[in-house]
Structures are given as C-alpha cells and as structure tokens.
C-alpha cells in the first residue's frame, strides 16, 4: 500500500510510539486520526503537523467512543485504510506480596486496554474498511497491533502486561486469516524496550543497563524505528498474520 492521501487511525496517538507513527504518516503524505484519552499532546502535536492530521478523544475500550471515532475519521476525510493500535499501559506489579500485588481489578483494566481495546478498534475498523474500495493487488486496508516481547519473555511484575501482549500476539493469525477474504492484512509487532514515557519512569541507571543488554546496537529502541517498521509493513503486502520481534535480539534473563 502506497501512503500518500491513505487514511489512518492511530491508536495513542499522543505519546511515544504513536506519536511516532503519526509524525511518520504526515512525512510520507497520508491522513491520521489520531486517538487518545490524553488530547493536549495529541492537539499539540497535531497543530505541528497541520492540516493532515487531527485527534479524536476515544478510550479504546468503549465500543461506543470507538464508533464514534471511526464516523469522525469516515466524516473528515471519506475512508479508513488503515489502523496502527498503539494505546497502552505497562503496570508493574507482583502476583503476590506486600509491595503491591495485582488485584483482579488491575489485571482486567490492563487487559481490558491492552487486549480487549486492540480487539475492539481492529473490529470496528475492518467493519469500515471491507467496504474501501482494493487497490491494485486487492487490499482494502492493513492493521497493526502492538503487542511486547513481554508476551514472550514476561518478567516478574509483568504477569498482567505479558497476558495482554500474549493475547495480542496471538489474535494476530486468526484475525489475519478471517479478514484475508477481504484484503484486509493484520501484523503485529513486538517492540523490545523503546525511549518514551513510558519507560521515563524508570530511573536512568535501570534505562542505561536495559539498553546496555541490547546485543546490537546496544541501546534502546527509538520511536522512529518503530515507525519505519510500520511504514515497511503498509507497503509490503505479502506481509500478514506475522508477530514481528523488533527488539535488537534482546531476550531478557528471569
Ligand atoms: P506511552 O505511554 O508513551 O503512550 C501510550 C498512549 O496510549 C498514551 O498517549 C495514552 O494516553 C494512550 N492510552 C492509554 N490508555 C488509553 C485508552 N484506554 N484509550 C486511548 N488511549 C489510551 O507508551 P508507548 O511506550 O508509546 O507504548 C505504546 C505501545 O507500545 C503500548 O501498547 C505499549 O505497551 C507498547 N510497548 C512499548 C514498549 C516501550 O518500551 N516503550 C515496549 C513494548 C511495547
């Protein structure tokens, strides 16, 4: 899929990764909506970027506010190609113990976000795109889901986080295959450990050491890299139902 005039939806848009990927999508000439439940970065962000890009306030977990997403996206700009869920959270906390185990109400909500809300914004997106018209090789439109290498090599305080990304990973080739009848691809991509807010939390030294366990190139990920993954993924089609580890051949010891 070539990008220019294609229309995107952008889950957490306002932060990091997303950020990222919007900033990418309006260099390469496409159309983003932008959702987030933090709209000040993302109208911040989208006054920098013009025209092209505007943000929608939607939590991801709503059917409703997802709907109401999609007509403003199909209202603004006419058609959705594509969706890059990128909306997360990473809580850390231990199954059991006193410094501050997982109540079932903190597992659902991460799950409810990180799995259910990636569910939710690729149904209700392939709902709008299988009626998209293809474009020469057939496709109507591509999903990508974000998921972690949590999902594969969760760590202690990440049983919540690691289920979700887990669940993400594995919806990927299901979805992939039912959605294929209609040219609609979806891959997801596990991210290693990337410089955004949500690792700013962690005190520099824990960073710099993370990093330094990258074997190559030693380091943390940036957000751009993750955004050319993204870029590289619309414009290969034969790229589908796949679960890509971009994370430096980083496998973290328990
Ligand atoms: P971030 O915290 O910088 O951005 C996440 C964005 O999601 C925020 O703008 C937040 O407001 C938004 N969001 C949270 N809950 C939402 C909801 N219910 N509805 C709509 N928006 C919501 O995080 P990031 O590092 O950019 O992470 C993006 C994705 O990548 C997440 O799914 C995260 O789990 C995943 N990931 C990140 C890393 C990393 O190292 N940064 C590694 C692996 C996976």
Redesign the pocket.
């Known amino acids: 899929m070539q990008l220019k005039d294609r229309v995107f939806l952008v ?2 848009a ?5 950020a990222a990927v919007t900033r990418m999508f309006a260099d390469e000439g496409a159309k983003v909506l932008g ?4 709209m000040e ?1 993302g109208e911040k962000l989208a006054a920098e970027l013009g025209d092209a890009v505007c943000f929608h306030k ?4 709503s059917e409703a506010e997802g709907v109401a997403a999609i007509a403003y996206a199909k209202a603004r700009y006419g058609h959705i190609h594509g969706l890059v869920n ?5 809580p850390g906390e231990k199954v059991v113990g006193r410094d501050g185990p997982h109540g079932l109400d903190s597992f659902g909500r991460t799950v409810a ?2 799995l259910i ?1 990636t569910f939710n914004m690729l149904r209700l997106s392939a709902s709008a795109m299988v009626n998209e018209e293809p474009g020469p090789d057939g496709e109507r439109g591509v999903i990508i889901n ?1 998921a ?1 290498v949590a999902a594969f090599d969760g760590q202690i305080g990440q049983a919540a986080y690691a289920a979700s990304k887990g669940g993400v990973a594995a919806l990927t080739l299901p979805a992939a295959r039912e959605l294929a009848r209609y040219g609609i691809r979806v891959v997801t991509i596990a ?4 410089e ?4 700013a939390g962690m005190p520099q030294a824990v960073q710099d050491a993370l990093g330094a366990s990258v074997p190559f190139p030693s380091r943390l990920g940036r957000p751009a890299e993750y955004a050319a993954l993204v870029r590289h993924i619309c414009r290969n089609v034969m790229l589908n139902g796949e679960v890509i580890r971009l994370d430096g051949a980083l496998r973290m010891p328990p």
């Open positions: 889950t957490g306002g932060s990091g990764l997303g959702i987030d439940i933090n970065a939607a939590d991801v977990t990128c909306a997360g959270v990473a976000i990180n809300g974000t972690s991210p290693g450990i990337f955004t807010p949500m690792m």
